[in-house]
């Protein structure tokens, strides 16, 4: 009988477990929150200048909730320079010269890619826009498939400043 009785018996918390478990939840909250800090805005990066001698790039995409999430890589000359993220920019310092901008894409055609000539000093600003209905099919309902397409535009200067002062500062990763 007292086995019966020991089965049936609940544990009681006391003020000191109750206050450990209240400062266990509160730092999960804290690392939680941590965790979904927003990266710090475009707009500062604006301001300074490439190194003497260098140009510079800006790669950006709009934040518009309507858009595909994916993330794509873009390439500088055919190597990864970054990855665009929605609503966020950054930007690569180059040397003079030629490149060549792509962007990973499920479909390539004309747009997927820009070429630029950069003097010392020099901004680009390339945007990335997906594409979200481009590559579709499968069920009328429920059900198919999308596939993730984007491009990449060349804006001019004034364009380019206005869209990635609104951005946040990816520093190419996402």
Aim: charged share 15%; net charge neutral.
């Amino acid at each position: 009988m007292t086995a019966a009785l020991a089965l049936s018996e609940k544990p009681m918390i006391g003020r000191a477990g109750l206050r450990r478990w209240f400062a266990a939840g509160a730092a999960l909250l804290l690392l939680g929150m941590a965790g979904c800090a927003q990266p710090p805005p475009a707009a500062p990066y604006l301001a300074a200048a490439p190194s003497p001698g260098m140009a510079r790039i800006w790669f950006y995409r709009d934040l518009n909730p309507n858009d595909v999430l994916a993330e794509a890589y873009i390439r500088l000359n055919g190597a990864v320079a970054g990855v665009s993220v929605a609503g966020g920019a950054f930007y690569r310092d180059v040397a003079p010269g030629r490149y060549h901008i792509s962007v990973d894409s499920y479909v390539q055609d004309l747009h997927n890619d820009a070429d630029l000539v950069l003097a010392p000093s020099g901004e680009a600003y390339a945007k990335v826009l997906p594409l979200d209905s481009f590559v579709q099919g499968g069920a009328a309902v429920g059900g198919g498939y999308k596939r993730n397409t984007f491009v990449v535009w060349l804006y001019p200067p004034e364009q380019g400043r206005a869209a990635v002062a609104h951005s946040y500062f990816t520093a190419g990763g996402s």
